[in-house]
């Protein structure tokens, strides 16, 4: 899985709207849009607020992006 696809899902599981994920993340909603679409990437402290935001590590990020990859 892909990072935009991880963030949609980790969102979408929470029952966060984008609107409210951007705010606790300090971005905006059309920047999370970009970012959830692929059509963006986010630099490494975006991934972190955004990780923050979700209440996950970096380190799972990472290692589900990373396992995907294999």
């Given at each position: 899985?892909?990072?935009?696809?991880?963030?949609?899902?980790?969102?979408?599981?929470?029952?966060?709207?984008?609107?409210?994920?951007?705010?606790?993340?300090?971005?905006?909603?059309?920047?999370?849009?970009?970012?959830?679409?692929?059509?963006?990437?986010?630099?490494?402290?975006?991934?972190?607020?955004?990780?923050?935001?979700?209440?996950?590590?970096?380190?799972?990020l990472?290692?589900?992006?990373?396992?995907a990859?294999?």
């Amino acid at each position: 899985m892909v990072l935009a696809e991880l963030l949609k899902q980790l969102r979408e599981d929470r029952g966060i709207t984008q609107e409210q994920l951007a705010f606790d993340a300090g971005i905006t909603a059309s920047a999370l849009s970009r970012i959830e679409r692929g059509l963006n990437s986010p630099g490494w402290m975006t991934v972190k607020r955004l990780a923050q935001a979700l209440d996950v590590t970096l380190v799972r990020l990472a290692g589900e992006v990373e396992d995907a990859a294999s």
